[in-house]
């Protein structure tokens, strides 16, 4: 079992940054593979970014996203993060955080077992 709470959301002028953090209890972090997806109002919960377990040195993006966003992990803190940079109007939408025991890439919102209860990130105009 393992549990994740999402935090650092909030309020960003469009061109801002934000750092979202997630972190996770149990002690085998390290093997589970990460993601972040996100969900605006009346549209589906759709992926961000993704990061494989153990070292984490794969990540994978969404178009919408990459060269944007960074995901990493920290497992001595049993944390993975979300940098999101040059952030625009069309990135608001509540963000979470996700968990699955797979080694692989995972994209689709079926393929995680966990998740964590959402933070909501708004950029302005």
């Known amino acids: 079992q393992v549990q994740l709470v999402e935090s650092g959301g909030g309020l960003v002028q469009a061109g801002g940054s934000l750092r979202l953090s997630c972190a996770a209890s149990?002690?085998?972090?390290?093997?589970?593979?990460m993601g972040w997806f996100r969900q605006a109002p009346g549209k589906e919960r759709e992926f961000v970014a993704g990061?494989?377990?153990?070292?984490?040195?794969?990540?994978y993006y969404a178009h919408s996203v990459k060269g944007r966003f960074t995901i990493s992990r920290d497992n001595a803190k049993n944390t993975v993060y979300l940098q999101m940079n040059s952030l625009k109007p069309e990135d608001t939408a509540v963000y979470y955080c996700a968990a699955t025991g797979g080694s692989y890439y995972y994209t689709r919102v079926g393929e995680y077992d966990y998740w964590g209860q959402g933070t909501q990130v708004t950029v302005s105009s």
């Open positions: 149990g002690r085998t972090f390290s093997s589970y593979a």
């Open positions: 990061i494989v377990s153990w070292s984490g040195g794969n990540t």
